[in-house]
């Protein structure tokens, strides 16, 4: 089992930054790669941004790309979002994904911080 934690979501207005952190713990051996998804209100969950945990570049969604940054401290189990110029639309529950050698996808998940960016 893997446990996920996120942190850093909050109340900002547009165009603030803001970062997220999530925590993997348990048995976090396997790790393939990580990841942040989220969803607002009456809409699905959506990917937004993940990162191979041994070689290979972050990949990130339309949107993502430019604003949002993800990153990773392997040592430490740690990812991060760090997202630049939010805007309104960015409001949600971002979650943490967590993927282990030989899924099939994503098979953990946090149970997400809230982010609200007001304008």
């Known amino acids: 089992q893997v446990q996920l934690v996120e942190s850093g979501g909050g109340l900002v207005q547009a165009g603030d930054s803001l970062r997220l952190s999530c925590v993997a713990s348990?048995?976090?051996?396997?790790?393939?790669?990580m990841g942040w998804f989220r969803q607002a209100p009456g809409k699905e969950r959506e990917f937004v941004a993940a990162?191979?945990?041994?070689?290979?570049?972050?990949s990130y969604a339309d949107f993502a790309e430019g604003r949002f940054t993800i990153s990773k401290r392997n040592a430490q189990n740690t990812i991060y979002l760090q997202m630049y110029t939010l805007k309104p639309e960015d409001s949600g529950v971002y979650y943490c994904?967590?993927?282990?050698?030989?899924?099939?996808?994503?098979?953990?998940w946090g149970q997400g911080t809230q982010v609200t960016v007001s304008s």
């Open positions: 994904a967590y993927q282990s050698l030989g899924a099939n996808g994503w098979n953990y």
């Open positions: 348990g048995r976090t051996f396997r790790t393939s790669a």
């Open positions: 990162i191979r945990w041994n070689g290979g570049g972050p």
